[in-house]
């Protein structure tokens, strides 16, 4: 099968390595892509015979993720069998409609369903009217509805752009001048058409955990847990990020817990999507608050986490391009539940300096190759490109995930700290203590 996977971060490598391990996978292709996704498909092109008479190999190349007539091209002219979209923006541009709408099987949902991700708040009313556990909240309009809503909820309370804002349109504030000042910040445009409304919540006690679903919009099938650490410095303080770290599974989402998620959340969301006339096809990714009444949602996401796929790719079993593919194809119920192995996975963001405000990029970056030598470890690209020369530097926020796997969260953690050690990275920087809730548990047993 000939592959497409659009997207260029940490998300996109991680599921680029997973798909390229498949005997599935003939050709991979990648837009715009990472040189560790480069280094990905040089691979596949090496087990590549050529001798046939298309000869194709896979690579990537630059395009206009918002061209969906020359995407459609490319996938007709190259014989793409499966389109994987890694990142949020073209789904909610409707992207996976253009290509089903061609005959090209792709994973992730419609632009109508992902208005899950790209709507707080028609998550919110979806989640109202079908009953599903969520904090209570106000749509906001204006600045001066969000201020009213502020005085309805006091502080503790939670800020929410509307929109698509690269994770980081959320402000937890535990003041009310904290919150007024974000909702300022939101009016003002600080983040574009993302922030045209505001969504004013209920603050929820407990602790975030990640879930993962997929589903064609019929079946659905469980695709783990996880935790990520959004706060950039240790002891989760400092703003808010795209996340600096995360581990997989979860072990506060018992068994228990995760039957509750399926049948209080996730089915129940898949079902008012349907009733909505925009089935979902893909993987939700439920962001919890496992609160003393039960777990709530706190919001959904259409794709693969970052950086909780890396975790999730080390850890799964199962041959990736088959449940893809069986996804995109309606066919989820005909093939094996996704296995995972029981071990724990833990990844570490290595950022530039000033993230997550303005980074500073160029920073030279060695020691990748002698951070993965013992083969228990693996950096996935998240924020780099190589200059003419050929040399490896920062061109992101979020640059590096060292990602190791071990028999439990701390074991894991020492691995993946090893593996950070070795890097040599002067203008980065990286949080301590990823994995810290969990650590702490398993010492006192």
Known sequence: MNILLLGSGGREHALAWKLAQSPLCETLWASPGNPGIREVIAEVNARRDTSDEAGLLGTCFETDLTDHAGIVDFCETHRIGLVVIGPEAPLVDGLADTLRGAGIPVFGPSGRAARLEGSKGFTKDLCEKAGIPTAGYVRAASEAEAMAALDRFGAPVVVKADGLAAGKGVTVAMTMSEAQDAVREIFAGRFGEAGAEAVIEEFLEGEEASYFALTDGGTIVSFGSAQDHKRVGDGDTGPNTGGMGAYSPAPVVTPDIERQVMTRIIAPTVKAMEDEGCPYSGVLYAGLMLTAAG??????????????CQVLMMRLESDLVEVLSACATNRLGAIEPPRFSPRSALTVVMAARGYPGTPDKGGAIAGIAEAEQDGGAKVFHAGTARTGNGELVA????????????????????????????????SGFCRGDIGWREVERERQG
């Open 295 to 308: 777990p709530k949602l706190i919001e959904y996401n259409c794709r693969f986490g970052d950086p909780e």
């Open 395 to 426: 061109s992101g926020g979020r640059v590096l995930n060292v990602t190791a796997t071990g028999a439990s969260v701390g074991e894991a953690k020492d691995a993946a700290y090893a593996a950070v050690d070795r890097i040599d990275f002067p």
